[in-house]
Each structure stands twice: as C-alpha cells, then as structure tokens.
C-alpha cells in the first residue's frame, strides 16, 4: 500500500524546550492512525508541522507526497483538517459558515447531506454560538469533510461529545474508513481510539515511545485493553 | 473569482449584522450632516470666502466613514478573526487567508462609500449642496484618504497582539482622529495650539486634501500628500513587517 502521510525524523523546539524529538511515522492509504500522548505531550505541534502551519529544525513531511508548505493549495485541495478548538466568527449561522468553507473547495461535497448525516440539518439557520459544545465539535468534524478529503487530520475529534453524539461520528468516520479515507487523528479516549485506530503512536515529551497495531500492543503490555496499556507504556517510560 | 464572491456575500452580510459598524460608520455621519445642514443651512462661510458652511463641511464629513472602518472595522475584524484562529485555519484550506482580509478591505471601502454617498444626497437634495472644485480630483483623494487610513487600520491590526489591546488601541486613535481631525468639529474653530497639534493626525491633512479639492480652493497640497502617501507606505512596509497570522 503507498505511504499517505510520511514524517522522518522531525524535530520542533520552541527556544530551549524541545517540543517533537525526531519523530518518524507512516501512516499508509486508507488506515486509521492515532496519535496518542498526554495533554502537552506534542501532539498539536506534530500535527501543525504536518499540515505545514509551523516550521520544524529538520526533519522530512510529506503527505499525498507533497510538500504541504510548497504544494498548500493543491494538496488542501484533497485533504480535511480539524484544528483544536476551532472557533467561528461572531454572529455566523450553520449554513453560512458551510457555505462559505465549500466555496473554498474545487469539488466540495454537498454540506446539506453531511448536516442530515451529523443530525445538524435543522440548526442551519441557527448561530453557530447558539450551539451546544457537542455540536459546535460535530460541526467542527463535519467541515473537515466538505473538501471530500482523501486524508483527514482530526486533533481531539470528540472532545465534549456525549455519548449518542460520539457514536454517530464514529459511524460517519467508519463508513468513510470503509471507502478508503485515510485518517490521522489524536484522541484521549482509549475506547475511541481501540473503535476507530489500527495503529497508534504513544509519544511523550515529544518523543516517540511506541508505535504499532492495537491488538499488537495489547498483547506485548500485561493487560487485556488499550486504557491500560497505554498507561503500562508511559509508567514504563517514567521508569526509565 | 466566485470564491472571493462568495466570501464577500456571507463575510457582508456578518458585517451587516453588527450595528456598530453601521451606526458609526453611516447613521452618525448622515445625522451630523443634517445636523449641521439644519443649524446653519445656506449660511456664507464666516470668512465670507464664497462658499456656505454646508460646502466647507462637506469634505470632512465623508471621512467620518473611512474613520469607522479604518480605525474600528477592519482592525477590530482582524484581530478577532486571529484571536479565532479562523486566519490559520484558512492556511489548511486551498484558499490564502489574505483573501479573507481583502474581502474585508472590500466591505468596509463599500461601507465608507456608502456612507459618502448618502452624505452626499443629503446634502445636495435638502441643503443644495455643490461641489465646487473638480469632481474627479475630489474622488481621487478620497480615495487616497481611504487606502492611506485604511493601511494605519490595518498597522494597529498588526502591531495589537489580542483583541483587548486592540479595542484599547483602536479606542485611543479613533476617537481623537473624530474629534481632532475635522471630521466632525470644523477645524477653523479649533484654538490655534490646538490646531497645531491636530495637523499632526494624518487625517487632518487628509480632510485639507479633501476640503481643498471639493472646494476648488489654490491653496498648497504638498504637505497633505507627502503625509497621506507616506502613512501609506510605512503603513503597508510595518504591516508586512510585523502582521502575524496568529
């Protein structure tokens, strides 16, 4: 399978405190990948470096093979992104900031179909700021999805869903995993990541403890899910 | 070209949305220009210098509106929009951000033309107003008085880091270049030490240009020009300098 996105050995620091510690990762056409790590662990500054929003000391970044600093508009073109926290410009309505995110897209998807998909159909002419946190958040996954993207980068895709909500994202996600979206995503949930991921990345302090399949990972710790393996793999870091 | 027009409807109608905008920008200058109209009429000019007071105030008045977009509209917006992160999130997108911020340059030119406009009817349909001097030397510098404010609106947007700093700083330049340039107060009536210090607002040298150019008056322009284009230009060199995406 190609490579989707390839990261080799970047590194960020802000001044003196090193922020991504040669960091490499591949993530391949159609798979599911999770950045994991505790709050402040890097994982925001990794993806900002991918996507091309922040400059690195060194290191390599290529997604769909393009240089996302050099190739931003024909690579953002194919490519859906979710930023953390996104916020919306005072006073907007649902539908206008729809509109005005697909008309910055070649061939965007229809947004009428993805409010219905997401359950926000009859907020259309409603503010976004009247919204409830939930659904300010869908919203937010939703506008990743109107370029149609082949990749899509999601920091913190669920956080403040309740759990009916989290399901119908995750169903939204699964069936376009099944037509061959690839997915970057960070989360702090393990049973979202253990639904959604077939491999994560455990990085700490900006570096890169381990990375392999969910099942694979389960398997080498001592425990029977991800929570606490995940826990296992930064207690044995700490240890270190 | 139809992605800019589409920014342009929503990021307008958002615009549109907020009273604010509207009311300094285009009920305030309409009211003092009736207000003035009503007060002093037809009066001659006291300098008895062949125009009424209607025809001396013109040129300042229709700054009133570039006043509100440059030192309220477009830096408040920006620094909102990058308080959002709504600028960065457009560096993820096919689209530059710096499309965002010429849609805005756009609404707030049509709002300030807006508001000249109406000003503009008002006084010619109840006051009988006329334009003395030539009509296209008066458009051109207003428009100059536009872009060159416009680039000191769009310096405070760089230079403010948050929108708190901001509003404070937009708060200080706003309200004295109002108040101080001969937008609203006629300057003539200005104590002299006063107007010293006031010829230092590049405004006030932007209402001379306009005044001068509507009235047909022969009086120097250098000094308002070498002042608007050099606001101009440092303007536009400390903004790329020092704007700030986020």
């Known amino acids: 399978m190609e490579d989707c996105i390839k990261v080799k050995n970047l590194n960020k620091s802000y001044g003196n405190r090193v922020v991504v510690n040669n960091l490499s990762l591949t993530v391949k056409k159609g798979e599911v990948f999770g950045l ?26 290529r997604v769909l093979g393009m240089n ?17 926290s996104s916020s919306y410009q005072g006073n907007i309505r649902v539908g206008e900031v729809c509109e005005e995110i697909a008309a910055l897209y070649q061939s965007p998807a229809d947004f009428r179909d993805l409010l219905v998909q997401f359950k926000l159909d009859h907020y259309v002419k409603q503010p976004v700021a009247k919204l409830s946190g939930g659904e300010k958040q869908k919203l937010s996954v939703l506008l990743a999805l109107i370029p149609q993207p082949e990749v899509l980068f999601l920091d913190e895709l ?43 990345c455990i990085i700490n302090r900006g570096k890169a403890l381990v990375t392999d399949t969910v099942p694979e990972l389960i398997l080498k710790s001592p425990y029977k899910r991800l929570e606490e393996a995940y826990l296992w793999v930064m207690k044995e870091e700490i240890a270190i | 070209m139809k992605k800019f027009f589409t920014l342009l409807k929503i990021e307008g109608k ?9 009311f ?14 009503l007060i002093v009429g037809q009066n001659p000019a006291p300098n ?10 013109f040129g300042a008045l229709i700054t009133v509106g570039i006043c509100a977009t440059a030192f309220m509209g477009i830096p408040l917006t920006i620094a909102d929009y990058r308080d959002k992160k709504i600028l960065k999130h457009f560096f993820v997108t096919p689209v530059s951000p710096t499309m965002l911020l010429w849609v805005h340059a756009v609404i707030n030119m049509l709002l300030s033309i807006v508001s ?39 310096l405070i947007a760089s230079l403010c880091r948050t929108v708190k700093t901001a509003n404070v700083v937009c708060s200080i330049v706003y309200f004295p270049m109002l108040f101080l340039s001969g937008a609203t107060i006629p300057f003539e009536i200005f104590p002299q030490p006063l107007q010293s210090l006031a010829s230092f607002l590049p405004l006030t040298q932007g209402i001379a240009l306009l005044k001068s150019t509507s009235l047909g008056l022969e009086t120097s322009l250098l000094i308002p020009l070498i002042v608007l284009i050099g606001s101009l230009v440092i303007g536009i060199i400390l903004s790329i300098r020092f704007f700030r995406w986020e």
């Not at chain 1, 600093?69 to 930023?83: A, N, P, S, Y």
């Not at chain 2, 615009?15 to 509207?22: A, E, K, M, Q």
């Not at chain 2, 010619?124 to 510098?141: A, P, Q, T």
Request: with cysteine.
């Open chain 2, 116 to 154: 000249a406009l109406l000003i503009y009817t008002v006084a010619r349909i109840f006051f009988g107003y006329e334009i003395i001097g030539g009509k296209l030397s008066f458009i051109g510098s207003y428009l100059l008085v536009m872009v060159s404010m416009y680039s000191l609106g769009l």
């Open chain 2, 48 to 57: 008895d210098a062949g125009y009424t007071l209607i025809q001396s105030s």
């Open chain 1, 36 to 61: 994991l790590g505790p709050n402040g662990a890097g994982k925001s500054t990794t993806i900002d470096c991918i996507l091309g929003l922040k400059s690195f000391e060194n290191g390599s970044v």
């Open chain 2, 14 to 22: 958002l615009s549109l949305r907020c009273v604010d905008s509207i």
């Open chain 2, 24 to 37: 300094f920008g285009i009920c305030m200058p309409v009211g003092i220009m009736i207000l003035i109209g």
């Open chain 1, 158 to 200: 669920t956080t403040g869903l309740d759990t009916v909500a989290r399901r119908e994202v995750w169903q939204v996600l699964t069936a376009l995993k099944e037509n061959g979206l690839t997915l970057f995503l960070t989360s702090h949930y393990m049973d979202e990541v253990e639904v959604l991921c077939d491999r994560v």
């Open chain 1, 68 to 84: 996302p600093h050099t190739d931003r508009k024909r690579l953002f073109e194919r490519v859906g992104v979710q930023l953390q």
